[in-house]
């Protein structure tokens, strides 16, 4: 939710990601608080790995500040982790399927979750990689305030990604798969299997079979990609974590196919995740929890089907104006087709759109985070919306801390385009996965009032 909210505000981020530390229970991170309700469960330790999307877009006197507050608990936590979820050798397990939040995944339950399997001595393929991505962020935070820490937290990542490659890695499966405590894997294909390569774990040539099994439309590639169970499991099914495309785990395989420079790729499911989303809102009016893997409508989702407590209190299908993770399509629009990354030291982007996009022509305006609100001097006022001289949008005066972006693909990786920031408008050319900095065009380009 936070990684949704640091494009739009980034103080509502941080925000966002402060409550949880704040209501921690002693080192451990809960895995829900409400007013009148807490866990006993912690929660998937990707707050440390959010803190890091969210400072570079804060003011920098504010994303020092963040550092600062959040670096201690951070580590606690990891050491209360290593305490209280580490198995003996050295991957993590879940004290219960709720703590996962896919608690009625096949790996974990059955449909309505009446029949629970101890996950408290398995080795869990997602876990152990949330928790290698919070050690890489804890590195990069001390190295960041000057800490004793980095190389340490580094090491225990290099420790716990060789233990994560060697032990759960099932060469007949090509995938990650849980191991119970006797060693056995667990041989359900979910997405779980895929959150290793978010973490990096993968060769070459295991990430290549990784990527085979996500574009294979019998397993992760359906029409709407990265199902949460692959599409020929037995257990396969449209209710909840046993089937449906949930947003915030396609977004984070997305994040590890552009780990491994899998562009392409990443391109591609981008734009189906962000084509089918935008289309059940057009047809549906609405924003889910999750959708079919198959068709771009929800008549045949369900939520725990035959959890009756279940269906009273939450309905029988995905959760409706659940923006939450859901809105992370916005970021595989942003982040991924578009390729815009906007740091205070760099501003730059990166097209990925697949050769579906010929002809299309898309435009976002946004804040140009870290900066504060100054605006640009205002337009002379228009009489009239319909007036023949009325400027188009471009020419419009935009707040000096926003950024207009428009990108049309012509032919196959052949793009142009141009952006806009502070009364100034400068147009580019790029090819596929082309990096192009936004600063340096800015030198040239031409005051706005110019512009017809």
Not at 36 to 62: C, M, N
Not at 86 to 104: C, I, K, R
Not at 261 to 289: N, P, T
């Amino acid at each position: 939710m936070a990684r949704v909210w640091r494009w739009w505000d980034a103080d509502v981020a941080a925000e966002i990601l402060r409550a949880v530390i704040d209501l921690r229970d002693g080192d451990r991170l809960q895995h829900v608080v409400t007013e009148f309700h807490q866990s006993r469960y912690t929660q998937p330790p990707l707050i440390a790995w959010s803190v890091l999307g969210i400072v570079d877009a804060l003011e920098q006197e504010k994303g020092q500040a963040l550092l600062e507050d959040v670096y201690e608990p951070l580590r606690r936590y990891q050491a209360w982790l290593e305490s209280h979820r580490q198995l003996a050798n050295g991957l993590y397990a879940w004290a219960h399927p709720y703590e996962s939040g896919v608690e009625n995944a096949p790996r974990f339950s059955n449909t309505d979750e009446s029949a629970l399997r101890d996950t408290r001595a398995i080795g869990a393929t997602d876990f152990s990689s949330y928790v290698l991505l919070q050690l890489e962020a804890l590195a990069q935070m001390a190295q960041r305030l000057d800490q004793g820490s980095a190389a340490a937290f580094a090491a225990k990542a290099a420790t716990l990604r060789a233990r994560i490659d060697e032990q759960l890695w099932d060469e007949a499966a090509g995938l990650y798969l849980d191991r119970d405590g006797a060693g056995i894997p667990i041989r359900i294909a979910t997405i779980a299997s895929l959150m290793p390569l978010w973490a990096g774990v993968a060769d070459h040539d295991r990430a290549a079979r990784l990527v085979q099994q996500l574009t294979d439309p019998d397993r992760f590639g359906t029409p709407i990609p990265l199902p949460s169970v692959a599409r020929n499991e037995p257990s396969f099914e449209k209710d909840m974590w046993r089937g449906p495309v949930w947003i915030n785990t396609a977004y984070a395989v997305v994040q590890g196919l552009l780990r491994y420079d899998r562009q392409r790729e990443a391109g591609e499911i981008a734009f189906r995740l962000c084509q089918a989303v935008y289309g059940v809102f057009e047809g549906e009016r609405r924003i889910y929890e999750f959708y079919d893997p198959d068709v771009p409508h929800t008549q045949a989702l369900r939520r725990k089907n035959g959890n009756w407590w279940k269906a009273l209190t939450l309905g029988r299908g995905p959760q409706r104006e659940f923006v939450g993770w859901t809105g992370l399509v916005n970021n595989l629009l942003l982040e991924v087709l578009l390729g815009l990354e906007l740091g205070p030291d760099q501003r730059s982007l990166c097209p990925r759109l697949p050769p579906a996009c010929c002809g299309m022509r898309l435009e976002v305006e946004l804040p140009l985070l870290g900066l504060p609100p100054e605006r640009c001097p205002e337009p002379s006022p228009d009489p009239s919306p319909n007036s023949p001289e009325r400027k188009p949008p471009m020419t419009e005066a935009l707040p000096a801390n926003r950024l207009q972006v428009r990108l049309q693909m012509l032919e196959p990786d052949r793009f142009e385009g141009s952006v806009r920031h502070q009364g100034r408008i400068a147009s580019f050319r790029a090819g596929f996965g082309e990096r192009v900095p936004i600063d340096p065009l800015f030198e040239k380009a031409q005051p706005c009032a110019t512009v017809t």
